[in-house]
């Protein structure tokens, strides 16, 4: 099968840098998924898992907050703020970060503070059901 460049990059690691045959991701109204020879884009990721399989067919999850994927000749670059494989993610502090987002939401915010709220919600969730779907296999 035919491969592609793909470098994974979260703030505080290079998460993966190397050949892959497929990626998929989230977007706002559901999955997408690059293949070798993609055509030129640039597009937004949202919070979720990100598969991809690398040459031999071995199955790689991220489970990634949001941000920017860019598609260019062959290479494709995910930027995103964090990157954590399943086994990587503490249960007891992704649970602790939903609970104080919950709280936070019971609370008068402005708009700005809600939408921040929400994102660490969301974000704490997926990393809650992105650990226990790929361990539990």
């Known amino acids: 099968m035919n ?3 793909l470098k994974i990059v979260a703030c505080n690691r290079i ?11 989230n977007v706002e109204d559901g999955e997408m998924a690059i293949m070798a020879g993609h055509e030129q884009m640039m597009t937004n990721i949202e919070i979720g898992d990100l598969r991809f399989r690398v040459p031999g067919g071995e ?10 994927l ?8 995910v930027i995103v703020y964090s990157a954590e494989r399943p086994d990587e993610i503490d249960a007891f ?4 970060a939903a609970e104080r987002a919950r709280e936070r939401l019971s ?3 402005s708009i ?3 939408h921040i709220t929400t994102t660490s919600l969301a974000r704490a969730m997926a990393r809650l059901s992105g650990r226990d779907r790929y361990l539990n296999k």
Do not use: C, M, W
Request: glycine residues 4%.
């Open 3 to 5: 491969t592609f460049d």
């Open 15 to 25: 998460f993966y840098e190397g050949p892959a045959e497929i990626l998929i991701f």
């Open 59 to 68: 199955e790689q999850v991220a489970i990634v907050s949001d941000g920017i």
């Open 70 to 77: 860019t598609v260019k000749h062959n290479l494709v670059d």
């Open 93 to 96: 502090r992704a649970e602790a």
């Open 107 to 109: 609370q008068k915010q």
């Open 112 to 114: 700005v503070d809600y």
